[in-house]
C-alpha cells in the first residue's frame, strides 16, 4: 500500500527551465529524504529533513533546493535543470533520523532534453 | 569511491534455485545493513535487515550472513520464483548517522521459470 506519494511520475523539459516535484507521506513519520537514483542505478542521498529541519545536506549543486512546509511534505525544486540532472529522484520518509526502515515513493522521472 | 560494493551486476537462476548476492564495505563504522528490494517503475522496499552485532538473519525464504571481520556480507534466497526477479541493493549506516545510507549499485536478479 502506498504511502509516500510522489508527483508527477515524469516529467520532460529543457535545459535551463526550473522544475519542482512535490512528495507527501502519510505515515506520521518525523524524516523525509530525497534521493538520486541515476542511470546506472546508483542511489544517494541528497537531503533529508526531521520535523521541518534540514538535517542532511549532502554536496549537491545549488540549483536544488529542497522545502519542507510540514513534517508530511518535502517538494524538490530545481532552477535551471542540466543534462545531468536527468534522472529518478526518490523521495522516502523514516520514522526516525537513525537507522529506521527508509519508505520510498514510486519516484519521479526528470529527463532534461 | 563505492563505500559499498555488490557483486554480481547481474544474475540468472532457475526456479527452485538459491541466488546468492554478494555485498562488501569498507567502513568500519557501519553497523546497519539493510538490503532494498526494487522492481521497476517502483521504489525501493525494504526486505530484511542485519545489525554487525549478528552473525545471520532469517526471514521466510531470504537469509542475511555477515563476517564483519572481513566486512562482508550476503544475502541468499532459497527456492527462487520468477516473483523474486527485482534488483537488490545492499546498504549500510552508521550509529547516529543521521539515517544516511550508503548504497551499492544493485544487483538484478532474473528468475527463470
Known amino acids: 500500500?502506498?504511502?509516500?506519494?510522489?508527483?508527477p511520475n515524469y516529467h520532460v523539459t529543457q535545459v535551463g527551465n526550473e522544475v519542482s516535484f512535490n512528495c507527501k507521506q502519510t505515515l506520521g513519520h518525523d524524516t523525509m529524504y530525497w534521493y538520486k537514483q541515476d542511470s546506472k542505478k546508483l542511489l544517494k542521498i541528497m537531503f533529508s529533513y526531521n520535523n521541518k529541519q534540514l538535517i542532511v545536506n549532502e554536496t549537491v549543486p545549488?540549483?536544488?533546493?529542497?522545502q519542507s512546509s510540514d513534517k508530511a511534505h518535502l517538494n524538490l525544486r530545481i532552477k535551471s535543470v542540466e543534462p545531468e540532472d536527468s534522472a529518478v529522484y526518490l523521495c522516502a520518509s523514516s520514522r526516525l533520523a537513525s537507522q529506521n526502515t527508509l519508505?520510498?515513493?514510486?519516484g519521479t522521472r526528470l529527463s532534461v532534453l | 569511491?563505492?563505500?559499498?560494493?555488490?557483486?554480481?551486476?547481474?544474475?540468472?537462476?532457475?526456479?527452485?534455485?538459491?541466488?546468492?548476492?554478494?555485498?562488501?564495505?569498507?567502513?568500519?563504522?557501519?553497523d546497519y545493513f539493510p538490503w532494498y528490494q526494487q522492481f521497476p517503475g517502483e521504489g525501493p522496499a525494504l526486505l530484511i535487515a542485519i545489525r554487525s552485532v549478528s552473525d545471520k538473519k532469517e526471514d521466510g525464504r531470504f537469509t542475511i550472513f555477515f563476517n564483519k571481520r572481513e566486512k562482508k556480507l550476503s544475502l541468499h534466497i532459497t527456492d527462487?520464483?520468477?516473483?523474486?526477479?527485482?534488483?537488490?541493493?545492499c546498504a549500510a549506516s552508521g550509529t547516529?548517522?543521521?539515517?544516511?545510507?550508503?548504497?551499492?549499485?544493485?544487483?538484478?536478479?532474473?528468475?527463470?521459470?
Open chain 1, 1 to 7: 500500500e502506498t504511502a509516500v506519494f510522489q508527483t
Open chain 1, 62 to 66: 545549488r540549483r536544488f533546493s529542497p
Open chain 1, 103 to 106: 519508505y520510498f515513493g514510486a
Open chain 2, 1 to 30: 569511491q563505492q563505500q559499498v560494493r555488490q557483486s554480481p551486476q547481474s544474475l540468472t537462476v532457475w526456479e527452485g534455485e538459491t541466488a546468492i548476492l554478494n555485498c562488501s564495505y569498507e567502513n568500519s563504522a557501519f
Open chain 2, 80 to 89: 527462487s520464483q520468477p516473483g523474486d526477479s527485482a534488483t537488490y541493493f
Open chain 2, 96 to 113: 547516529g548517522n543521521t539515517g544516511k545510507l550508503i548504497f551499492g549499485l544493485g544487483t538484478t536478479l532474473q528468475v527463470q521459470p
